[in-house]
């Protein structure tokens, strides 16, 4: 019986061997094909930059003695050393325009670049977007006939397609990965990191894999790799091509990205929100926070607790939306929104401004008797808000407040409260209370009842202000 089974398994093993072997080579395997067509306009990115490095000329800098006498002064010897990195990229146009990530050449005084017949050039920066970790380089050729890649609509993929990334990770040159769109629309905000919107996949992507291109199966370009989480096993990002399509002819043109610029701070709307604001069906929006100083947006009328519900006729989905929606909008371009503001429905056309390179841009009464301060705080400590404090010339120096700021301290929150879990710490500016403005401690009766079981909080911290929503466990 078991020389029977034996002799079965064999067959099976031959069986499946001969069946292999009769297929014809790369049929059912497309990669190969895309390999071979893609690999020619895959470069490598090769960067060298100055770092300052701390030297001494002392042996016994630490030495206690030694600082007695010379305190820190040997910390000024320093000298310039050289840093070289890598990177990849991709040729977008025969003239020799490479598309890349900004991370790869940002700061760099020198970039080389390599083709796939082992060529070098040297290579200047054309424009560069650290929104979107995105740039374009350029090298000259004499030919002006350099092969290029077909940029593809990553809108259009879906998670679960198959997708091949091709890179120089660890110097390893045209290294070729495969895998799967694992999800869309990926938040990232971390270190380094600050994006919205990338597409994940479990491609392996590794260090040098940055600027190369994420092909899908047609064998166009559909993201550009650029980030990983290094202690994660198969969960990588890159960046949607349709971005890089919005913006390439700025960086050749201008050097930058011109995006247009409301000039809010912005949270998603929460059904309670909503329904403060007499919103039944409401789905989606974003509420505004701060409204900046001379913007687009005050010029243009919209206040704190607005809530955009349509921009341009579109409906607004969430933050992430809205903020991408704007960044499509030239400068100097018009905005149709249409606004709540305490429930009832505006329409708003609000002329953009530029975006700028970094955007991210009342005397009150102190002698409330005992009886109101501690009525004030009870409204409060349901929601683990202890204690509340009005402003003093004191608490304004120590948390560094203006002069004419308006609210009252958050002083103490408990532990493990419903405020504590919702991000409330002490020396928060409480501003508003479910949509009324608070400058003094009996303002607080007019905002909280007693019954109330949801609180919505307009703190502001570290000089912005945020909507927060507090809820009792009962």
């Not at 078991?2 to 395997?29: D, E, M, Q, T, W």
């Not at 650290?130 to 006939?145: F, N, Q």
């Not at 989905?317 to 305490?342: C, G, H």
């Not at 405020?419 to 500016?429: I, M, Q, S």
Request: proline letters at 4%; one cysteine or more.
């Amino acid at each position: 019986m078991r020389k029977k089974f034996l002799a079965s398994l064999i067959i099976l093993v031959l069986s499946a061997g001969a069946a292999f072997a009769l297929s014809a080579p790369n049929a059912s395997n497309p990669v190969v094909q895309i390999v071979k067509n893609a690999s020619p306009a895959v470069v490598n990115i090769d960067v060298e930059k100055k770092a300052t490095q701390r030297v001494s000329p002392f042996p016994f800098d630490d030495d206690p003695f030694f600082k007695h006498f010379f305190g820190d002064a040997f910390k000024d010897f320093t000298r310039s050393v050289p840093m070289k990195g890598r990177g990849s990229g991709f040729i977008v146009t025969k003239d020799g325009q490479i598309l890349t990530n900004n991370h790869v050449v940002d700061g760099v005084e020198s970039i080389n670049v390599t083709l796939s017949d082992g060529k070098v050039y040297p290579a200047k920066v054309l424009g560069k977007d650290p929104t979107y970790d995105l740039a374009v380089i350029k090298i000259e050729v004499k030919d002006k006939d350099l092969p290029i890649l077909e940029l593809g609509d990553s809108d259009l993929i879906e998670v679960g397609e198959g997708v091949v990334a091709i890179g120089n990770p660890y110097g390893l040159e045209q290294t070729v990965t495969t895998g799967v769109i694992s999800a869309k629309n990926r938040s990232v905000h971390a270190q380094d990191v600050n994006f919205d919107g990338f597409l994940q996949t479990d491609a392996a992507i590794n260090p040098g894999n940055s600027g190369g291109p994420l092909l899908n199966l047609d064998g166009k370009v559909i993201g550009i790799n650029t980030a990983i989480i290094p202690y994660a096993q198969g969960i990588c990002f890159a960046i949607p091509v349709n971005m890089a399509k919005e913006i390439m002819n700025d960086l050749v043109s201008f050097g930058k990205v011109k995006r247009g610029w409301l000039g809010v701070s912005i949270q998603n709307v929460t059904p309670e929100m909503a329904k403060l604001n007499n919103l039944k069906d409401l789905e989606g929006g974003v509420i505004l926070g701060d409204v900046f100083k001379d913007s687009a947006a005050e010029k243009g009328g919209l206040k704190r607790g607005d809530i955009i519900t349509h921009v341009n006729n579109e409906k607004v989905k969430d933050v992430n939306w809205f903020v991408q929606k704007i960044r499509t909008l030239a400068p100097n371009s018009e905005a149709a929104l249409k606004v709540i503001r305490r429930g009832k429905s505006l329409n708003i056309k609000i002329k953009l401004d530029e975006r700028p390179d970094s955007a991210d841009g009342r005397t009150s009464n102190n002698n409330l008797n005992n009886d109101d301060k501690g009525e004030a705080n009870k409204l409060l400590e349901k929601f683990g808000i202890d204690d509340v404090r009005e402003l003093t010339a004191n608490l304004r120096r120590q948390f560094k407040l203006k002069d004419n700021a308006s609210g009252i301290m958050i002083a103490n929150v408990t532990p493990n409260s419903p405020a504590a879990l919702a991000g409330l710490r002490a020396g928060d500016l409480l501003i508003e209370v479910n949509n009324h403005e608070i400058k003094n401690l009996s303002d607080l009766k007019a905002a909280v009842k007693s019954d109330d079981d949801v609180a919505i909080l307009l703190i502001e911290r570290d000089g912005s202000t945020s909507f927060v929503q507090i809820k009792t466990s009962k």
